[in-house]
């Protein structure tokens, strides 16, 4: 089993940046792939990006895609989502996840979940 944290959620200026981490706790992160999503009220959890296992090999969805980067640092068990540029649809619950399929963009494909963390952009 793989538990999951993420931090470095905020209140932030449209146009500045964000750094969010997810922390991982399990022998088996390693060999996971890792993904990121948002979620707005009212609204499904919506795709940002994955990486597999070694970070050889990254998918971002195309509303981030220049701004967003996610990478891995699989010797601190931690996936994180570099955010520049950010604009006020950017806010949302961000949360992290793992799976065993790459590229996967739909939430199903994901067995567990962090608790998430708030990002607000103003305007």
């Known amino acids: 089993q793989v538990q999951l944290v993420e931090s470095g959620g905020g209140l932030v200026q449209a146009g500045g940046s964000l750094r969010l981490s997810c922390a991982a706790s399990g022998r088996t992160f390693n060999s996971h792939a890792m993904g990121w999503f948002r979620q707005t009220p009212g609204k499904e959890r919506e795709f940002v990006a994955t990486?597999?296992?070694?970070?050889?090999?990254?998918w971002h969805a195309d509303s981030v895609k220049g701004r967003f980067t996610i990478s891995r640092d699989n010797a601190k068990n931690t996936v994180y989502l570099q955010m520049n540029s950010l604009r006020s649809e950017d806010t949302a619950v961000y949360y992290c996840?793992?799976?065993?399929?790459?590229?996967?963009?739909?939430?199903?494909?994901?067995?567990?979940w962090g608790q998430g963390t708030q990002v607000t952009v103003s305007s």
């Open positions: 996840a793992t799976t065993r399929v790459f590229p996967a963009m739909n939430l199903r494909e994901y067995d567990y």
């Open positions: 990486i597999t296992w070694n970070g050889g090999n990254t």
